[in-house]
């Protein structure tokens, strides 16, 4: 073969090689559209809001209305798409930190599952994020720790109004009915009773008494001594020499709050096997809640004063420390304590 004849045989090969390995032009992918219109998500988070109000924070908490809006654009999505947000705030008696944990022990029973695609530095008390199936993302901060608590939350990508060919109205799946509360602790169960009770297989508070009860002191450890709660013997359903409660009988609780008054206070000499002992002896008010164990309900409430002399208002026991004048609170009113109870404890439902 002439040299010319071989230059012709590499030149048709390359070209054969060129058209034939070549790859099929790909078209540009779009991404994809929303499937739920902007005012039914706008609706789920007001729903949203509206059920944390019903179930999680007590009738007295100041849920603010849901301030809605919208931004233009979705990230990973059209840029004629819509992004709802919807923001509240939370203001209660109780401290924000707890009311953020309250919030997020019902979140999580709720189908609300912590963003685990979160980094934050912040303490989780003041900073959450958790998502929902719906595609709504919840963020929960307590800015510096202090009030109000507040909630923001973001839908996913929506189909805007003013845009025709969208999702047909009702589209999204119904919000499953949300949990009861959890059996908890006697703290949280006084303080927060729309989430946690005492316990929830507990028997029901009805027909003829007795109706044993369970007392939670909710006074701070760290707070005045105090001479404690003249409840009648078998008030409490205690087993037969022993000191606990016997928790699958109990109907009741009550929940006593003591709080200190800033007038008359004076000395009171209390007397120990250790030898006597003098207290600063303060004025108090105690405030009695009482609320069916297995449901939270509140059965009844009254505010008492400390009507006991200083010697009736004696504790127990005290841990001494040396060099400091102990506090003592003047101990509740009996015949009040007992008269609110007893009829709750031993007469019919």
Known sequence: MTRHGVLWLALCAAVLAGCGDSAPTQPESRPPEPTVGVADFEQRLIEHVRRFGDAVFEPEADVAPPTVT?????????????????????????????????????????????????????PPDVDRTLVHPDGTRLHLTVPQGEPP????????????????????????????????????????????????????????????????????DLDDKEGPEKP????????????????????????????????????????????????????TLLEATYQVTVREARTGNEVAAVTLRGTQTGAQSCPAAVIYRKGVTPRLLRGIDVAGFRGTLRPLIEGSR
């Open 228 to 279: 404690g709660y003249p409840l009648l013997p078998g008030w409490e359903p205690r087993r037969p020499g022993k000191p606990d409660i016997e928790t699958a009988k109990v109907q009741l609780i009550a929940c006593v709050h003591s709080k200190e008054l800033p007038e008359g206070a004076q000395e009171v000499t209390c007397r120990f096997d250790e030898g006597p002992l003098t207290f």
């Open 70 to 122: 919208t931004t233009a654009g979705c990230p990973g999505g059209p840029a004629w798409g819509v992004v709802p947000h919807a923001e509240s705030t939370v203001k209660a008696a109780a401290p924000p930190r707890k009311q953020l944990q309250d919030l997020v022990n019902w979140l999580l029973r709720n189908d609300f599952d912590q963003d685990i695609d979160t980094k934050s530095t912040v």
């Open 149 to 216: 608590l507040t909630m923001a939350l973001t839908g996913p990508c929506s189909w805007p109004a003013d845009r025709p060919g969208g999702p047909a109205p009702g589209s999204l799946k119904p919000l499953r009915a949300p949990s009861g509360p959890m059996s908890a602790g006697p703290h949280e169960v006084c303080s927060s009773p729309r989430n946690y009770v005492y316990n929830r297989d507990a028997p029901a508070f009805a027909g003829p008494g007795p109706h044993p009860i369970a007392l939670i």
